[in-house]
């Protein structure tokens, strides 16, 4: 199921909503005020209203995206990367799969432009403070490095998953990785 077969709702969210769909199956370059009004079913005026630039649409759609992977993945609560985390994780990425492939755009498109590159960089900071906070669970020092480390590895999963990998086996490959990063 993609976001966009998730009803839209109305105002903001259904902007947010529109904005991660467009971007996820066009590009950025895709990315219009029509076409995020039309997909969103509102008037364009909205968009102005409630971000007043193309730049703020994107980074909240981009908070949006985070923190409804973290909500439905219940990723801050999570106290081991085992199997449980695994079949949670993949299970939202192929439910709503448009939320990753829309953050690996904006990823990808902070090469080129350095008002995205902060936008981007605010979101794998996110994803970065969870995977800490889970390491501290698992008994590690709170290093960044090692948070770093562990988070490329799932951020290469799920990329995988979204394109070229089978949801089992990427469900194998996090327990996998889980059991790697275990204290005995």
């Known amino acids: 199921m993609t976001v966009s077969e998730v009803r839209y709702g109305t105002g903001r969210e259904a902007l947010i909503r529109a904005v991660v769909d467009v971007v996820a199956e066009e590009g950025l370059d895709g990315l219009s005020y029509r076409k995020v009004a039309q997909r969103a079913h509102v008037n364009n005026t909205l968009i102005s209203h409630h971000f007043g630039s193309k730049e703020a649409m994107l980074e909240a ?5 985070v923190q409804r992977t973290q909500q ?5 609560l999570a106290s081991a990367i085992d199997r449980d ?33 902060r936008i981007a960089g605010n979101l794998y900071e996110s994803y970065i403070s969870m995977v800490q ?14 948070a770093r480390a562990v988070f490329a590895a799932l951020d290469g999963l799920v990329l995988q998953q979204v394109t070229v990998a089978e949801r089992e086996e990427i469900v194998a490959a996090i327990t996998r990785l889980g059991s790697l990063i275990e204290r005995k």
């Open 133 to 146: 906070d889970v390491l501290v669970r698992y008994g590690y020092e709170p290093e960044r490095a090692a």
């Open 72 to 76: 439905r993945a219940d990723l801050t």
């Open 85 to 117: 985390f695994a079949e949670t994780l993949t299970r939202i990425v192929g439910e709503e799969p448009n939320l990753q492939v829309f953050q690996y755009s904006m990823i990808l498109a902070s090469r080129r432009s350095p008002e995205l590159r």
């Open 61 to 65: 759609a981009t908070v949006w995206a």
